[in-house]
């Protein structure tokens, strides 16, 4: 029986005895094999929390995905929809007894699904034209980012807000334009006759740092800020000038190929490092999964990608592991933190960044009950299924105290999530990156000691 129907059928560039999905990088029924539909996942799914339907759940998830290389159904409309609606926080991963791998599943279903079911139309011109086209160029995107400076720099962005233009944006888009952050100049460009920054003080080590695509456009001043918290404390730091985007966006979209290209860019540009340090969950999550991409069609770049994995740390457990200095100056604010689903669930790294605030004098650190519940951002989820982003929101929401004068976390795109979040409750609360948070705290040092010096 075929597993491809409907208008779309093309015939596969590879077959497989193993099961019935017909393409290059078929889900492997190792990460299947262990799950006994138990339903220790359920409770932990917003998307099944917020549907009830088993098709929307952990569970029914892979039992769809087994059922297709079974032969007992097929890749189409049906088999897509439940597996592109799920938001890959990987909480089902955390919660299975068995560990039952449900978001690897996921990414290489979405891998067959856009082999065997091409994006057309609009969909597909829109995807190839900032998958294929932006987000892997630097310069690309570094234009992008200038016309985004542009927009707010010349009056434009305060013009289209007050004359309500926005209102006839689709609603998601509003919202993220609403909370847009102030666009700075990007780091590569910062340091672009500079590839190496020396440590301040005594130089403890060498690492090098992924600047990220987005996070680089539009969050620069938090690059910076990782690059100054790192150099204070005893970091020598590299940043490769043929580094590119992780290919996270990619590979969620059931673009492999794609991702293996980023991936084979990055493995060369950081190879020689003896660690890279990450400041955005999904990257660092997707950087030591980059193994995964070439388990099934590339010995070679797989065992590379593998000693590439090793090398990857987030700025907060990389700091809390080689014993950072703690700042002395308060802040003195009332924080609360969100765990971000791909360093929670993805990386393990929970205590860590607590720790980090926790260690800042003047932190009242305020519990957020299911902190590690995903806020709907997922990506580009938000912008591709805004109805079911924005229900998740709303449940995030309410959990997130309301007497705190700051949400920390560590990834680009939950904090502007976030930010929709408080802008959609009138809340006044700062969504803030945690090392920012120790940014702050010794440039208030250092002003102090400089005060004392006068």
Known sequence: MSTVEGKQKQEPPCTSSMNNYLWKDQPDENKWADCVHCGMCLESCPTYELT?????????????????????????EQFSDPVFACLDCRACTTACPADVDVGGLIEEARGQIRQAMPLTGWKGQVSKLFLQGIFPHQSRLHSLGQLLKLYQKTGVQKVVRKTGLTKIMPKHLAQMEAV??????????????????????????????????????????????????????????????????????????????????????????????????????????????????????????????????????????????????????????????????HLAHGQGVRQEPRDLLIDIPGVEMVHMANADRCCGSAGVYNITNPEMASAVLDSKMSNVPEDVEMISMGNPGCMLQMAIGVEKYGRNQKVVHTVQLLDWAYQKEDEQEGQKNE
């Open 180 to 341: 847009m952050p102030t666009i700075a100049r990007p780091v590569m460009k910062r340091y672009k006759n500079q590839e190496t920054i020396p440590a301040k003080g005594e130089k403890k080590q060498e690492v090098a740092f992924l600047t990220g695509c987005v996070m680089d456009v539009m969050f620069s001043d938090i690059n910076q800020a990782t690059i100054n918290v790192l150099t204070r404390n005893g970091n020598e730091v590299t940043i490769p000038k043929n580094q590119t985007c992780c290919g996270a966006l990619h590979v969620h979209a059931g673009d492999r190929d794609m991702g293996r290209k980023l991936a084979k860019q990055n493995i060369e540009a950081f190879e020689q490092a003896d660690k890279v340090i990450v400041n955005a969950a999904g990257c660092g999550c997707m950087l030591q999964e980059y193994g995964e991409l070439f388990k099934e069609v590339d010995t070679e770049w797989y065992e590379r990608a593998e000693r590439f994995a090793e090398k990857v740390e987030d700025i907060s457990k990389h700091l809390h592991d080689t014993g950072y200095q703690k700042p002395k100056a308060k802040l003195n604010a009332r924080i609360t933190y969100h765990d971000a689903c």
């Open 52 to 76: 009830g339907q088993e098709q929307h759940s952990p569970r029914g998830r892979v039992h769809l995905i087994k059922s297709v290389a079974e032969g007992k159904l097929v890749v189409n």
